[in-house]
């Protein structure tokens, strides 16, 4: 019932559905689990709408909900700012996108890097009504990104 425990079991079943897929239903109930013994926790239901994302397959209702839910309770967490983005391009917000990826962008803070360099290149994409690329580089993957702003 431990809800770190439960995590870091979904994580490890996604990790395994790179060439199990059925290890994705594991990851689910995983992140059900964990979302049911914290509800404020945003992590399980980032994972819970990577389930199916990651899959291929259409995420259902609650999943698309989750994810949002996930932003409410972590607005300052640029990987879920980048997933949420994703989601709204696929849907033809792309002004919501704009929206969520303009904090990240726009950060005084972090030393420029290739990754900062190649969202602002995208954002201007978006912004002229061209998503096809923006909608492949913000794809969530299986691999966690590194932040090139960190080795600069």
Not at 11 to 28: G, L, N, Y
Not at 62 to 69: Q, S
Request: zero cysteines.
């Amino acid at each position: 019932s431990n809800t770190r425990a439960r995590i870091y079991r979904g994580r490890i079943a996604m990790r395994r559905a790179k060439s199990d897929p059925k290890q994705f239903a594991i990851a689910r109930r995983e992140f059900i689990a964990a979302n049911k013994s914290d509800t404020e926790n945003p992590v399980p239901l980032v994972g819970y709408y990577l389930t199916y994302q990651m899959a291929g397959e259409t995420p259902p209702k609650d999943a698309l909900i989750a994810l949002e839910r996930a932003y409410e309770f972590a607005p300052f967490d640029p990987d879920i700012r980048k997933t949420l983005a994703h989601l709204m391009l696929l849907e033809k917000r792309n002004k919501e996108a704009l929206s969520l990826l303009g904090p990240i962008i726009n950060d005084p803070h972090p030393k420029p890097g290739k990754r900062l360099t190649k969202l602002r290149e995208l954002s201007k994409q978006i912004e002229a009504g061209n998503t096809a690329e923006a909608l492949k580089e913000l794809a969530p993957t299986f691999e966690k990104e590194d932040d090139d702003e960190d080795k600069d």
